[in-house]
């Protein structure tokens, strides 16, 4: 495991490779910004934007999948706001047992902005089973989640004939998850590409129980059927100077946003501003640490030390206090949700942990082998 030289990224995140350099694709992208022409860029956001209206057929110029969070509210607001288009924003409603008060409350908050908006929800008691399955068989509860929350957009999308669907952030520029990178920066058609999606593969979701027609909004739209429907996605990311967890936190909070009041080590996130509509993620990231080395305090240091607000020295003190953490309330609960003991759950956990990276030394407790910033 080798360390970026100027974030802390490790070299051991799916599909992204290193330059020869040492130095990890997302820094390359962000150093590559300061010799972006910010005209150019603009207009071809407006062919974009033409594109929207020309295509035009439903009443709606265009669709934003959104959860209410920092990233959506700050997009939706751009879009109706300074491109002046009219969006269809849709929502993937979390069951009852997993949807956070305060999740509820932002999107109540979004729609007030002046939005249409569908939510789609989801069969609960299928949600859980593939939750669980997912969780059984990967150590991944949200493959499932992944596939529905990214399959529902464009889905929608070609039921109301809407061609344009804009997406946050290109995370094959932004995080340097490659595999996804489309003809362009903008380009977000090959998002299936992803790696939780898997070419939008759902055979593993088919049981006995569980038939193709019960889990339809899970699906993933196909190549055919995306072309056919004339269906353009594009990261809207690509087009702003200062898109950031960050940044997007703060417009968003000045615009009704409400976040989380939990301690770091209890969510893993200094700012307390992701995932507010579910409590699931937060041990997510600590099993993606786990797995990988780094979870989300090394996501949110690498963009500050990239944008100069955190030194590489002070993020490495950040991420050896808190990455990985979770507060054992989540597990509990997540462990309750789908019906197995808390030891169950870390029985899984442990099939799962990187034992080049971490050595056992205890039910769910783990010591890195990895100095953070130096490396294996
Ligand atoms: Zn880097």
């Given at each position: 495991?080798?360390?970026?030289?100027?974030?802390l990224?490790?070299?051991?995140r799916?599909n992204s490779?290193?330059?020869?350099?040492g130095i990890c694709?997302?820094c390359?992208?962000?150093?590559?910004?300061?010799e972006?022409?910010?005209?150019?860029?603009?207009?071809?956001?407006?062919?974009?934007?033409?594109?929207?209206?020309?295509n035009n057929r439903?009443g709606?110029?265009?669709?934003?999948?959104v959860?209410?969070?920092k990233?959506?509210?700050?997009q939706?607001?751009?879009?109706?706001?300074?491109?002046?288009?009219?969006p269809?924003?849709?929502s993937l409603?979390y069951?009852p047992e997993?949807?956070t008060e305060r999740?509820v409350?932002?999107?109540?908050?979004m729609?007030?902005?002046g939005?249409?908006?569908i939510?789609?929800?989801?069969?609960p008691?299928?949600?859980?089973?593939?939750k669980?399955k997912g969780?059984k068989?990967?150590?991944?509860?949200?493959?499932?989640t992944e596939l529905?929350?990214?399959?529902?957009?464009?889905?929608?999308?070609?039921?109301?004939?809407i061609?344009?669907?804009?997406w946050g952030e290109?995370?094959a520029l932004?995080?340097?998850?490659?595999?996804?990178?489309?003809?362009?920066g903008?380009?977000?058609n090959?998002?299936?590409?992803?790696n939780?999606?898997n070419?939008g593969?759902?055979?593993w979701?088919?049981?006995?129980?569980?038939k193709?027609?019960?889990?339809l909004q899970?699906?993933?739209?196909?190549?055919?059927?995306m072309?056919?429907?004339?269906?353009?996605i594009?990261?809207l990311g690509y087009?702003w100077?200062d898109?950031?967890?960050?940044n997007?936190?703060?417009y968003?909070?000045?615009r009704?946003?409400?976040?989380r009041d939990?301690k770091?080590?209890?969510i893993?996130?200094?700012y307390?501003?992701?995932s507010?509509?579910?409590d699931?993620?937060?041990f997510?990231?600590?099993?993606?640490?786990l797995k990988y080395?780094f979870g989300?305090?090394?996501?949110?240091?690498?963009e500050?030390?990239r944008?100069?607000i955190m030194?590489r020295?002070?993020g490495?003190?950040?991420?050896?206090?808190?990455?990985g953490?979770?507060?054992?309330k989540?597990i509990?609960?997540?462990?309750n949700?789908?019906?197995?003991?808390?030891e169950?759950?870390w029985?899984?956990?442990d099939?799962s942990?990187n034992?080049?990276l971490?050595?056992k030394i205890g039910?769910?407790?783990y010591k890195p082998?990895?100095v953070v910033?130096?490396?294996?």
């Amino acid at each position: 495991m080798k360390y970026c030289k100027t974030c802390l990224q490790p070299d051991t995140r799916p599909n992204s490779v290193f330059h020869n350099d040492g130095i990890c694709p997302a820094c390359k992208y962000h150093a590559s910004l300061k010799e972006v022409n910010w005209d150019e860029r603009k207009k071809e956001l407006l062919k974009i934007v033409e594109f929207g209206r020309a295509n035009n057929r439903s009443g709606y110029d265009c669709i934003i999948g959104v959860s209410g969070g920092k990233d959506s509210l700050r997009q939706a607001l751009f879009v109706k706001e300074i491109l002046k288009m009219r969006p269809l924003l849709v929502s993937l409603g979390y069951p009852p047992e997993q949807v956070t008060e305060r999740g509820v409350q932002n999107i109540s908050n979004m729609i007030s902005h002046g939005f249409d908006c569908i939510t789609i929800n989801p069969a609960p008691g299928i949600w859980k089973d593939l939750k669980r399955k997912g969780f059984k068989q990967y150590t991944n509860s949200f493959r499932s989640t992944e596939l529905a929350l990214f399959s529902s957009v464009p889905k929608l999308a070609i039921a109301y004939q809407i061609p344009l669907i804009w997406w946050g952030e290109n995370s094959a520029l932004q995080v340097g998850e490659t595999a996804i990178m489309g003809k362009s920066g903008s380009d977000g058609n090959n998002l299936r590409k992803m790696n939780t999606l898997n070419g939008g593969d759902i055979t593993w979701l088919l049981s006995d129980e569980i038939k193709k027609n019960q889990i339809l909004q899970y699906c993933y739209p196909s190549p055919e059927e995306m072309e056919q429907a004339n269906l353009r996605i594009t990261f809207l990311g690509y087009f702003w100077k200062d898109w950031s967890l960050l940044n997007n936190g703060i417009y968003s909070i000045l615009r009704g946003l409400d976040i989380r009041d939990e301690k770091p080590w209890e969510i893993g996130d200094p700012y307390g501003i992701t995932s507010l509509d579910e409590d699931f993620v937060t041990f997510n990231q600590m099993i993606k640490y786990l797995k990988y080395g780094f979870g989300r305090i090394t996501d949110y240091v690498n963009e500050d030390i990239r944008n100069g607000i955190m030194t590489r020295e002070d993020g490495v003190q950040l991420v050896k206090k808190y990455d990985g953490t979770c507060s054992p309330k989540y597990i509990e609960k997540f462990a309750n949700y789908i019906g197995i003991t808390v030891e169950e759950f870390w029985e899984q956990v442990d099939q799962s942990v990187n034992s080049e990276l971490f050595e056992k030394i205890g039910l769910g407790k783990y010591k890195p082998k990895f100095v953070v910033g130096v490396g294996l």
